[in-house]
């Protein structure tokens, strides 16, 4: 079994700041890739910010400067520390990892259950 557990959302004022943590457990072999998306209300899901194995980092243009993805890869978490926040940033945040579990064929797709970031004043 494989989890992915995030925290550190909540309610904010504009201008704020947020550190979410994913942390993934359980029968893991590897993780690849790790990303951040968020769903606001009536919207698609759509990806923040990703990072790979080795660090390199990708950035929605809607957060690029203002938010930034970092991982520990002893620990098997992701963060994504967010600045500047702004009410369109509204959403929930849901973590994504790409894991080889123990004894796997093969790399697949496990999310988080989503955490609520909600800035408002």
């Known amino acids: 079994q494989v989890q992915l557990v995030e925290s550190g959302g909540g309610l904010v004022q504009p201008g704020g700041s947020l550190r979410l943590s994913c942390a993934a457990s359980?029968?893991?072999?590897?993780?690849?890739?790790m990303a951040w998306y968020r769903q606001a209300p009536g919207k698609q899901r759509e990806l923040v910010a990703s990072?790979?194995?080795?660090?390199?980092?990708n950035y929605a243009d809607s957060v690029r400067g203002r938010f930034t993805i970092s991982r520990d890869n002893a620990k098997n978490t992701v963060y994504l520390q967010a600045n500047s926040l702004k009410p369109e940033d509204t959403a929930i945040y849901y973590c994504?990892?790409?894991?080889?579990?123990?004894?796997?064929?093969?790399?697949?797709?496990?999310w988080g259950q989503g955490t609520q970031v909600t800035v408002s004043s």
């Open positions: 994504n990892a790409k894991i080889l579990p123990n004894r796997g064929r093969g790399f697949r797709d496990y």
């Open positions: 359980g029968s893991i072999f590897s993780i690849n890739d």
């Open positions: 990072i790979t194995s080795g660090g390199t980092t």
